[in-house]
């Protein structure tokens, strides 16, 4: 049923869901998201997404947080590892959370109990929260953690303070060896710029040189032991941070269980609230459920559209009837009515509210089927129509009594002979599983199949004829017709051509007939072709020209005229060749070498050829052949 969901547009659905969550964790359980398909439970989830809402309308947006940190940080504690300041802030923010979360749920007592009893399955986390704050706070470690990395800290201070003074000092007598009058440090040891050329002069060891090597940075000799004390403090003091670091660690992992069962509680508050949220944005209600065979819509709209322009829908399909059949207008909103029959049926199961009004009630179905859209596959060799016939196939073979079968256009992308029968065919199958179905066509035969038929309510989109536009509201009880020809003159077709087309669907094309001119301008082309010449623009000559044959310069007669490319046959020594108009130079025209009668076949054949043709004019001669080879002609 997954393409038949991703076709209705649930994965959108589900991604404004995902939106709506805090928490990486109640994101992922989310994309899970599937219809219900036990009564208990669908109603329930339904009954929780209205109550979190109620909670949210009145008390405000639960203060939600993220777990990820938490879970990361647990599972390295729970393994041996020490924990960074980062790590364990994470974890103090998270419960924080779980603190402001249970005073929250303890004041939604009033707007809902069942969601205010989630309280009781959350932990008080606020100890660990206070020792993880009194030590550490983002990136650090405070000094309140404990006595002796407060002293520490402060010998620490007060060495560096000495040291800085020293050097100060040193800094008033030396000034002349100095490049410049600063203190700084390198790789930790706070040192001095001194003049290389002072190197040898200046007690002290060299710690740095700078880039261009005139200037050695230089740890006097009379701060050495005080940065050594130095040294030691900085030691001291990392191993009682990390002292402190490994204590909050293992205190972490000692929550291990209320860290967990906080953890799932708040994806699921996530989760739940998330729907809620969907709910409020969506500007959606509860719709009621029920097992029974019945489906009722009561202004219903299409979450995925725009909800101020979309037109609402009502219908209600229930026993004894199982089918509806839409008929309408092209554009008139056939597929939007099916889309949002089967999207609000699988989100109502999902426990979610759907944009309706008031009395609408989904009964609850074991599988939603649809062949909706464009089923052509090129990947798969397969036209429009042999799509929708396999898809067709894949819904018989699944669906049951209790499933919802939505079909857009049945039978058409073929021969509409065939289609109608392959349509009733089907809707007869169907019938006969008992299964629900709503179908669009616009098929004549299937309009009135759907009449006729017990157990299947017609419908129609409404169309306004007089504005020439769909209005978007389906009518049932009655047919509907395609309006094919006004919305052409809607969308702007000629009124020739219109005309034609009525007198056509009306009486048949036999009957009519055809329009003397054709009734729409007809523009020129604007295909750039390529310009071939066909004209005279080159000598064509004529039989007989007088030739001469260059750049051989040799004399030749013209046998046969330049075609259309230039090509020209010319007589040469006996021989006849096919050479370049432009290779020719013409030496005398044959109207003045020859009569207008005058008979070539004397220059051009052979004696035995003209012998041998004079014979067959008189006489059939069944030995006489000629042939023709390389542009001699010889009699065989």
Not at 138 to 151: K, T
Not at 213 to 228: C, D, H, I, K, L
Request: hydrophobic share 40%; charged share 25%; net charge negative.
């Amino acid at each position: 049923m997954i393409q038949d969901m991703l076709t209705l547009g649930f994965d959108q659905i589900i991604e404004q869901l995902k939106e709506q969550a805090v928490s990486q964790a109640a994101r992922r359980l989310l994309a899970e998201t599937e219809p219900i398909l036990n009564e208990g439970l669908c109603y329930a989830r339904m009954e929780e997404t209205t109550a979190a809402r109620r909670v949210i309308e009145n008390t405000g947006t639960p203060p939600l947080a993220e777990t990820e940190g938490t879970d990361t940080g647990l599972t390295e504690a729970l393994q041996g590892g020490m924990l960074l300041p980062a790590q364990l802030t994470s974890i103090a923010r998270f419960c924080a959370a779980v603190r402001r979360l249970r005073r929250y749920l303890q004041n939604a007592q009033v707007h809902s109990a069942g969601i205010a009893s989630w309280y009781t399955e959350l932990p008080d986390l606020a100890s660990l929260e206070d020792e993880i704050e009194h030590s550490v706070r983002e990136e650090e470690v405070l000094d309140d953690a404990s006595p002796a990395l407060r002293n520490l800290r402060r010998q620490r201070e007060h060495t560096e303070q000495g040291i800085r003074e020293k050097l100060n000092q040193i800094i008033f007598h030396h000034k002349a060896e100095l490049a410049d009058n600063y203190i700084t440090q390198r790789g930790g040891t706070f040192v001095l710029p001194v003049l290389k050329r002072f190197q040898n002069q200046f007690p002290g060891r060299v710690v740095d040189t700078s880039g261009k090597g005139s200037t050695v940075f230089m740890e006097p000799s009379a701060v050495q032991s005080m940065r050594q004390a130095l040294d030691q403090l900085m030691i001291d003091i990392d191993t009682e941070e990390r002292r402190i670091l490994w204590e909050l660690s293992d205190r972490v992992a000692s929550q291990a269980e209320p860290l967990r069962e906080a953890v799932r509680v708040m994806t699921d508050l996530d989760m739940l609230f998330a729907r809620a949220k969907l709910s409020l944005e969506m500007d959606a209600r509860p719709a009621e459920l029920t097992a029974e065979r019945r489906i009722c819509l009561v202004n219903a709209r299409h979450p995925l559209l725009d909800r101020q322009a979309c037109v609402p829908l009502s219908l209600e399909l229930a026993f004894p009837d199982s089918g509806i059949a839409v008929t309408g207008p092209n554009t008139g909103g056939k597929t939007v009515c099916l889309k949002t029959v089967g999207l609000l049926t699988l989100m109502a199961q999902c426990g979610l509210h759907i944009p309706c009004a008031e009395g609408t009630v989904i009964g609850m179905m074991d599988a939603v089927f649809c062949d909706i859209g464009d089923s052509q596959s090129i990947s798969q060799n397969l036209s429009t129509f042999s799509g929708h016939m396999t898809n067709i196939i894949r819904i018989l073979r699944h669906c049951s009594r209790d499933s919802l079968v939505l079909l857009d256009e049945l039978g058409s992308g073929t021969d509409p002979a065939e289609g109608s029968g392959l349509a009733a065919a089907i809707l007869e199958e169907l019938l006969r599983r008992g299964c629900f179905f709503m179908v669009t066509t616009h098929d004549p035969q299937i309009k009135q199949w759907a009449e006729q038929t017990d157990q299947v309510v017609p419908g129609r989109m409404a169309f306004d004829r007089v504005s020439l536009k769909p209005l978007y509201h389906l009518e049932l009880g009655k047919s509907g017709k395609s309006c094919a020809i006004e919305i052409a003159r809607r969308l702007g077709m000629d009124e020739g051509l219109l005309s034609r087309a009525k007198l056509v669907a009306e009486h048949g094309p036999e009957t009519i007939p055809e329009p003397v001119q054709h009734p729409m301008h007809i523009p020129s082309t604007r295909l750039q072709r390529l310009v071939r010449k066909t004209d005279s623009s080159f000598e064509r000559f004529c039989m007989g020209d007088s030739v001469l044959l260059l750049p051989d310069k040799k004399n030749a007669i013209v046998y046969r005229p330049a075609d259309d490319d230039g090509n020209v046959i010319i007589q040469l020594q006996g021989q006849k060749l096919t050479v370049r108009h432009n290779r020719l130079q013409l030496l005398v025209p044959a109207s003045q070498l020859y009569p207008p009668d005058y008979d070539f076949s004397i220059i051009f054949d052979t004696v035995a050829n003209r012998k041998a043709a004079h014979t067959m004019s008189r006489k059939f001669d069944p030995d006489a052949v000629i042939v023709i080879k390389e542009g001699k002609q010889n009699e065989e």
